[in-house]
């Protein structure tokens, strides 16, 4: 993944100035998004009511001129309500807004994206106004800018613009959202941002399981595996460059490290041994993983670029998983050693365990918050059910009622957790779903396939 390139260039200042700026710089490589202008938010807002409340309007983005684009969206036109399509979905299927979108609102003319009128827009009942607009540039890229307004302050609260690469619009649309989330939450961003997952089919006894990605909305999706070796638990290293998962081949279990930018593999470690649930450090220089050697399973920690393993624990039982907080100094992780499967927290070095969770049930597939204030786990007592608690193993809160809800993953903002969620039956297909920390807010994210294992990446560079 490209590192993203800042510009000081003033692209929105005015759409009828900026469309006569010479951008005089080199176009990014693919994947790279330059942001033209970081200002900081300012103003106050209207409202003070509870958000789901507040009336968002997100009209189609204007372009200057209808123009041929790279991408295959019909031109800057129709590229301009997709992407107000996008905002609005992104916004809307986070459980805190409903915005109105593109599709029953005017398309404001470009003149108006930095001169909005205020009284027409109040008139719909729009407390809010996201604008925009989009123009293909010489070198074929896009220039993309957004506006966040308060129409009863009269005021102009966030913009912010960037030039992209056609193919890459929607990450401009996903960081315009991003920009209004943030602004109107008080929250960290999370939409410009990928999820990665172990995609199934066939039949229950002979399933096929391939490692995927996509966006966090499910779009742009690929396969990185073929499904000729079944592919596991996959992990975003913290710079996003990279994914572990583990892999069976010939039956024999091998932790991989795939370079999303080359295609490259790296094998980090292979055994006879049956291998569990590879975790990356939060600087990226080691993997967590568990091995079962003579019927006891233990938590090891590896060179992420391979390399000699560490044992963590020692004793007997089955200690399984391990996921850092986010300063590197602790692991939490799962353990039978009490006689049932439960959460234990130790240093990084393999010190202090101890166990965490005694709210009843079984404690499984922990996951620390990247906020550090949460830990995420699979609750078993009948169900299962995901379920959050303080990194002391106090305030749990069952968040799903399913069936079968388990394997939780952090958005990047730490404020919504995807899981997979197994269906009843011989064919128990698997189905990625995502519930906020309120519990409320439910709901699917469709994938081509079955879905299982998600993996939520930290938003992208």
Request: charged share 20%; with cysteine; hydrophobic share 35%.
């Amino acid at each position: 993944m490209n590192k993203v390139l800042l510009a000081s260039l003033a692209l929105i200042a005015a759409p009828a100035r900026a469309q006569d700026q010479d951008l005089g710089e080199r176009p990014p490589a693919e994947g790279a998004v330059v942001e033209t202008e970081e200002e900081g938010l300012s103003g106050s807002v209207s409202f003070e009511g509870n958000l789901e409340d507040l009336g968002i309007a997100i009209p189609a983005f204007a372009t200057d001129r209808d123009a041929s684009t790279p991408a295959n969206t019909g031109g800057t036109g129709a590229l301009g309500l997709a992407m107000a399509q996008v905002i609005t979905n992104d916004l809307k299927n986070n459980g805190l807004f409903k915005p109105t979108g593109p599709d029953a609102l005017p398309r404001p003319a470009y003149a108006e994206i930095t001169a909005p009128n205020y009284a027409t827009w109040g008139s719909r009942g729009a407390d809010m106004l996201i604008q925009g607009y989009v123009r293909a540039q010489g070198d074929g890229r896009l220039a993309v800018g957004c506006y966040l307004y308060d129409t009863k302050l009269g005021t102009q609260l966030a913009r912010q613009g960037w030039l992209v690469g056609a193919s890459e619009w929607r990450r401009a649309a996903h960081k315009c959202a991003d920009l209004v989330y943030s602004r109107l939450s008080g929250e960290s961003p999370f939409f410009d941002s990928r999820i990665a997952y172990i995609a199934e089919t066939g039949p229950k006894d002979k399933r096929i399981k391939r490692l995927a990605i996509m966006d966090s909305d499910g779009a742009n999706h690929r396969f990185i595996t073929s499904g000729r070796a079944t592919a596991l638990t996959p992990r975003y290293s913290p710079d996003y460059k990279k994914l572990s998962y583990l892999s069976y081949v010939d039956g024999n279990p091998r932790i991989y490290v795939y370079d999303i930018g080359t295609g490259r593999q790296t094998l980090v470690t292979q055994s006879r041994n049956p291998t569990f649930a590879p975790r990356w450090s939060p600087d990226g220089r080691h993997l967590l993983y568990s091995m079962a050697v003579a019927g006891n399973t233990d938590i090891y920690r590896v060179p992420a670029g391979g390399g000699e393993s560490v044992r963590l624990t020692n004793g007997p039982g089955i200690d399984i998983g391990g996921s850092y907080n986010p300063d590197g100094s602790r692991i939490v992780f799962e353990s039978d050693r009490s006689g049932s499967q439960q959460c234990y927290v130790m240093d990084a070095n393999g010190g202090n365990q101890r166990r965490i969770s005694f709210g009843g049930g079984r404690c499984a597939t922990p996951e620390w918050s990247p906020r550090g204030d949460q830990i995420a786990f699979t609750r078993i007592a009948g169900d299962f059910n995901v379920a959050v608690m303080s990194p002391s193993g106090q305030n749990i809160r069952v968040l799903t009622r399913g069936w079968q809800d388990e394997a939780p993953t952090w958005a990047p903002n730490g404020r919504i957790i995807q899981f997979f969620r197994s269906s009843r039956g011989a064919r128990g297909e698997a189905q990625l779903w995502q519930v906020d920390l309120t519990g409320r807010n439910e709901r699917r994210l469709d994938t081509p396939v079955g879905a299982s294992d998600p993996a939520w990446g930290p938003v992208l560079p």
